[in-house]
């Protein structure tokens, strides 16, 4: 009987989860046909944030710059289902822009009414939505991608697949950073290249002018940033936890030693989907950590791009933030130890030793050893990087807003 009945409880949570994804494309399927007929405000647009509940990313940045310089123009609105965030944004409201509560009628309204829509993750960021072609849907995304995304990416079925490619058919335009990219980007949304716009990130503006001058808030609350600061950051796994020092010679003792010696703090940052830890266990992500190694969790440091503009090295592996930290021509160090299962188990856009300007360090020896050479010569291959930058920013002017309008314009 027991086991019949964990059977049962088993059948009934499919059951559910079936039920759920039909009622979601349902949903979107019959907004779409109430969006179809419903009239447009030319000159309304919106934002959304990371799966509906957070202020940050390139569409932070954008609508930043848009509330700056085209609220005379357009009808600004961010659109979130995290009722904090419109309490924390709303004392500060004007006449320029407006924070809604999506699960609300004016919420619903605003996205019938609205001409532009802005993502940055996917459909998830407004789940119920489903748009017509009368609404201009963009994706901005989280990240130039070096690794297989959308369709691109290995699917577990065909469910999988069908969801992935209804919502990315739905978007009018997906932003990109260089011609590459672009390629690279049409092929793994399966779009029409014409659909995929080379406009630069939002978020990277950010960094181009905060390139020289960081932050002096952020420096106020955190006073070590001052000192050499080198920042730890790989991507998500989809099946194993990341290990930050996957060294058989591991020593903290030797990594806090070095740091000491050189005035420096090693900051640990993994993925925000991600329970991360380190190998040996001494290092517990999620905690304080002893002596020089710090975590720079999403709590801390709630958006990267903030904090990169005062990092003097970045050690990564095949996470986007180090193609975006090319902008700044600081060193980079890479720990890809396990380059070949994530490229069995994920897929690779490139070939990830000729794109990586930076050494591949596989024990802690030599871990250090390229942190200190760095603090010795930051200036260490960065006709390397300068290269590998080319291929992937197209333009360093902190104008890709611009070009966004631009895109906005030709569609109205």
Known sequence: MPYRSRALSFLERNLIARLLWALSHFTRIFCMLVDFVWPKDDNLLVFSGQLGQKFSDNSKYLFQKFVKYYSSEFRIVWITCNKSLVKTINPYQSKDFQIIYQYSLAGVMTLLRAKVVFYVMGKSDIPFAGFSRKTVTIQLWHGIPIKKIGTGADTDNWRSLLARILKISQYTYWICSSAIDRNSTALCIRSPIDRVVITGYPRNDYLIEHKK????????????????????????????????????????????????????????????????????????????????????????????????????????????????????????????????????????????????????????????????????????????????????????????????????????
């Open 213 to 412: 001058i960081p932050s002096s808030e952020i420096l106020t609350r955190f006073p070590y940033l001052q000192k050499k600061i080198i920042l730890y950051a790989p991507t998500w796994r989809e099946k194993t936890k990341v290990q930050f020092f996957p060294f058989d010679d591991f020593s903290f003792e030797d990594i806090n030693a070095f740091l000491e010696a050189n005035d420096a703090y090693l900051l640990l940052r993994g993925h925000w989907a991600d329970d991360v830890y380190a190998r040996n266990g001494k290092i517990e992500y999620g905690s304080v950590t002893e002596g020089r190694v710090i975590v720079a969790t999403h709590d801390v440091f709630g958006d990267v791009q903030e904090l990169l503009p005062f990092v003097d090295i970045l050690i990564s592996d095949y996470s986007g933030i180090w193609v975006d930290y090319l902008l700044l021509d600081r060193p980079l160090i890479f720990v890809p130890y396990d380059l070949e299962k994530y490229e069995k188990e994920r897929g690779l856009l490139y070939n990830y030793c000729q794109i990586t300007p930076g050494p591949k360090v596989s024990t802690n020896k030599e871990f250090i050893e390229a942190m200190q050479e760095y603090i010795l010569n930051p200036e260490k291959d960065s006709e390397k990087r300068a290269c590998i930058k080319k291929i992937f920013h197209e333009y360093e002017d902190g104008l890709s807003y611009k070009r966004i309008y631009e895109l906005i314009k030709k569609c109205q």
